[in-house]
């Protein structure tokens, strides 16, 4: 005779009670676990509600995309046709049409050396990043200027738009960095008068605003050269901002050398090594791979503030669409306009700095202490 | 081997000693050759240009107005009172950019670490989407792209009537002071002071007998009631001018211009997606291992964010805070890019544009920026020096 109670089969598994599993689960972890949290949760979608729809609305859904001129605008949405209408100028600013092909070179073989740079599994990087930093300048340079090999001269008054910030931005991160190098190496040299005139020179940049520095590189640095010598506007902001964010750099740099340990530098001293070999083939390799973030970092900020020259009257991106603005057929699109410069500078420098992460992440061989 | 003690010197050229002699020699000679340079250079041109050096144009009428002004000032004041002027304008709108930039970062840093997903992933995009815009873009974005789209003075919203918003900026009520009202701001110097007193005095109590002083809220009553007796018991000598629309324009009341606002929002806005970033790390600094700790020894919540986590974080945090500070200060010299009058736009721009003094102009812009970097660098130095970890 079997008990009735006895349980002869065996009873199926069950899931232990997770409160996290499923959309419910999760929802009531991460959104609902208290009474406040609930009621955040709440407000916040509200608000979300509240903005994001109508600037969806505003940005797609009810915008006008097709056209030549403002009569295509509804304007019930945003108005991209002033872009669309302008987008030469605002990627080439007044080169002229014909030597377009130029820049697109540049561009494109720009845009090869930064893929081939940022992809870890590419081969000869060392060369590659040689080619960036010594050969291309000077390629980008008879390219773009012209004047010699055939090719036409486009003074630098007529560059602009994108063409132009990128061209800042690059010279200012090829020029800073090397100078910001030299400055840090300078910083923690034994020498005092070396040492006090790097101090002096890092902490001078630092401390002034990017602005007055652009001030001075146009109404001072013509001032210092013999009345004669014609000195380009482009070249005095250049001269500026490299020198401004050397000093940014040396900073970034210098943190790399701290991070380094002494025993590194002695080690080398005691294998016979000069000064050179030591910083070129055992300290700076290991300092610089340290610092490649706050590196990024500094090219981000260096990228952002080229923006800055429209101030000294030069047409960068940002300074095409605020002219494009007074133009009296396409007057009241401020919106469309600065929206659009706001996503082109935010795609570079989130790329940029999702980058960084990656490469910290990267990098990460448990060196810092 | 041993036995050749005399050891050859070499070349003089391999001798550190001398070569970092010569080293800082030639770096001696060829800024003294650069400075040289450049001095007779520009002596020859301020010749060729028929511009004196000097700063006695300080002392000439300027001869342009400026749309705001925290003491008087005319057309007829001199550049010198220009400076002055322009050097204010910068003062407040970067005291007012940190106070708020402070706030908001804050407020987004600590919500980037709440448990609430939703408010975590707000306030991450926040930081991402405003610290990877240049703040030039965000300013002329909320100058031209927000407060030109507002309306006419005719047409501007109001708040109940007393605070108007247009196109010309924001009018709010002035208050106008009458006789005995300078009781009051002296009563509030004597709270603070007695609030000081009393904080120190609860700390010593405390400390000699273990009873705490509900301190906050003492604090609190003190530094809002006594004004607010006094000023209630000089029976209330404050007149407020309210803004009416008289014409095309308002009259009464004070106008906040329009850049200021452009000004101020994007400086808040933009550096505190930086503030945001350094309280989220200086949080995350602090070991678990020390709210554990502080929990085992039953601590109440509160309390352990005042006595435990917010020391330790202030200690990673307040050194980057200031940097950032600083960061706003010096931005606030893109306040010339939509003509708020601070010291680079009325000194470096139209002071400059009419003397032609560029050196003089330049370098004493400059000075201040350095001026201000350098006490406030100093200042952090004894911060970092008296927060020190005091390890044994």
Redesign the interface.
């Known amino acids: 005779m079997v008990d009735p109670n006895t349980v002869t089969e065996m009873v199926a598994e069950r899931r232990p009670p997770d409160l996290r599993r499923g959309v419910l689960g999760w929802l009531r972890f991460?959104?609902f676990?208290t009474p406040l949290?609930g009621a955040?949760?709440l407000v916040?979608?509200a608000l979300?509600a509240m903005v994001l729809w109508p600037a969806l609305q505003w940005a797609v859904l009810q915008a006008d995309w097709i056209g030549d001129s403002r009569e295509a605008c509804s304007g019930e949405g945003a108005c991209w046709v002033f872009i669309s209408a302008r987008f030469e100028s605002i990627i080439y600013g007044f080169y002229p049409e014909s030597a377009r092909w130029r820049v697109n070179l540049v561009f494109v073989l720009l845009a090869i050396l930064i893929a081939w740079l940022v992809i870890p599994r590419l081969p000869a990087k060392r060369w590659v990043g040689l080619f960036a930093l010594v050969g291309f300048p000077v390629l980008a340079f008879f390219l773009l200027v012209g004047g010699s090999f055939g090719l036409e001269h486009v003074p630098t008054r007529n560059w602009g738009g994108v063409m132009l910030t990128l061209t800042i931005a690059i010279v200012g991160i090829v020029g800073s960095l090397p100078i910001g190098v030299v400055l840090a190496l300078g910083r923690r040299s034994?020498?005092?008068?070396?040492r006090g005139?790097c101090v002096v020179f890092i902490?001078?940049w630092?401390?002034?605003?990017?602005?007055?520095v652009l001030?001075?590189a146009s109404?001072?640095l013509?001032?210092?050269?013999?009345?004669q010598v014609e000195f380009d506007k482009l070249l005095r902001a250049l001269v500026g901002i490299m020198f401004f964010w050397s000093a940014y750099m040396a900073e970034v740099v210098r943190g790399g050398l701290q991070a380094i340990p002494s025993g590194q530098d002695e080690a080398a001293k005691a294998m016979g090594m000069g000064y050179w070999q030591r910083m070129g083939l055992i300290v700076l390799p290991q300092a610089l791979k340290l610092v490649i973030p706050g590196i990024v970092n500094t090219f981000?900020a260096l990228f952002?503030?080229t923006?800055?020259v429209?101030?000294i009257g030069l047409f960068d991106l940002?300074a095409i669409i605020?002219a494009g603005?007074t133009d009296s057929d396409w007057l009241g699109f401020?919106?469309e306009?600065?929206?659009f410069?706001?996503l082109v500078?935010?795609v570079f420098?989130?790329s940029m700095?999702r980058y960084s992460q990656y490469i910290e992440r990267l990098l990460h061989t448990g060196h810092r202490n | 081997m041993l036995g050749s003690s005399s050891r050859e010197r070499g070349p003089l050229w391999r001798d550190p000693t001398f070569r970092?002699l010569l080293?800082?020699g030639i770096?001696?000679l060829a800024?003294g050759a650069f400075i040289v340079m450049?001095v007779s250079?520009?002596m020859?041109?301020?010749e060729?240009r028929g511009i004196t050096t000097g700063f006695g144009f300080l002392q000439d009428r300027a001869g342009f107005s400026i749309p705001q002004t925290l003491i008087a000032y005319s057309g007829d004041s001199t550049y010198a009172r220009t400076f002055v002027v322009g050097l204010l304008n910068t003062l407040l709108v970067s005291a007012m950019g940190i106070v708020t930039a402070t706030l908001i970062g804050f407020a987004v840093g600590i919500a980037r670490l709440?448990?609430?997903?939703?408010?975590a992933r707000?306030a991450n995009a926040y930081v991402?989407?405003f610290r990877?815009?240049?703040?030039?873009?965000?300013i002329?974005?909320w100058y031209?792209?927000v407060l030109?789209?507002l309306p006419s003075p005719r047409d501007s919203h109001s708040l109940f009537e007393v605070i108007f918003v247009n196109v010309r900026g924001v009018v709010l009520p002035d208050p106008q002071p009458l006789d005995g009202f300078a009781a009051t701001p002296w009563a509030l110097l004597v709270a603070v002071i007695a609030t000081w007193w009393l904080v120190r005095f609860a700390k010593r109590r405390q400390a000699a007998t273990g009873r705490p002083l509900p301190v906050f809220t003492l604090g609190a009553l003190l530094l809002i009631g006594l004004p607010l007796a006094t000023f209630l018991v000089t029976g209330m000598p404050l007149e407020w001018s309210i803004p009416a629309l008289k014409g095309f324009n308002f009259q009464g009341g004070v106008t906040v211009l329009p850049e200021l606002i452009a000004l101020w929002l994007a400086l808040s806005i933009y550096t505190a997606s930086f503030i945001a970033e350094i309280v989220r790390s200086g949080i995350q600094s602090v070991p678990q291992g020390q709210v554990e700790a502080a929990k085992a020894l039953s601590l109440p919540g509160p309390i352990i964010l005042r006595k435990v986590v917010i020391p330790q974080a202030m200690r990673v945090i307040v050194p980057q805070l200031t940097s950032q500070h600083l960061n706003l200060i010096?931005?606030s010299?893109?306040a010339?890019?939509i003509g708020y009058p601070d010291l680079?736009a009325v000194f470096?721009g139209t002071a400059?544009n009419q003397t032609g003094q560029?050196?003089e102009i330049?370098a004493m812009?400059?000075g201040v920026?350095?001026l201000i970097?350098?006490v406030v660098s100093a200042l952090m130095n004894l911060y970092n020096a008296r927060t020190l970890l005091k390890e044994r």
Request: aromatic share 12%; net charge neutral; hydrophobic share 60%.
């Open positions: 991460n959104l676990n949290n955040v949760t916040t979608v979300l034994q020498m005092p008068l070396v005139f902490e001078f630092r401390g002034v605003p990017l602005i007055t001030f001075m109404v001072m013509p001032l210092f050269v013999p009345t981000i952002k503030d923006s800055l429209l101030i940002l605020r603005l401020a919106t306009g600065y929206v410069a706001a500078f935010w420098c989130f700095s | 970092a080293v800082q770096l001696l800024l450049v250079n520009t020859a041109n301020l060729a709440s448990p609430n997903w939703l408010l707000l991402e989407i990877n815009i240049p703040l030039l873009v965000q002329l974005f031209f792209a030109q789209a010096k931005n010299s893109l010339t890019a680079v470096s400059l560029a050196i330049v812009t400059m920026y350095l970097n350098l």
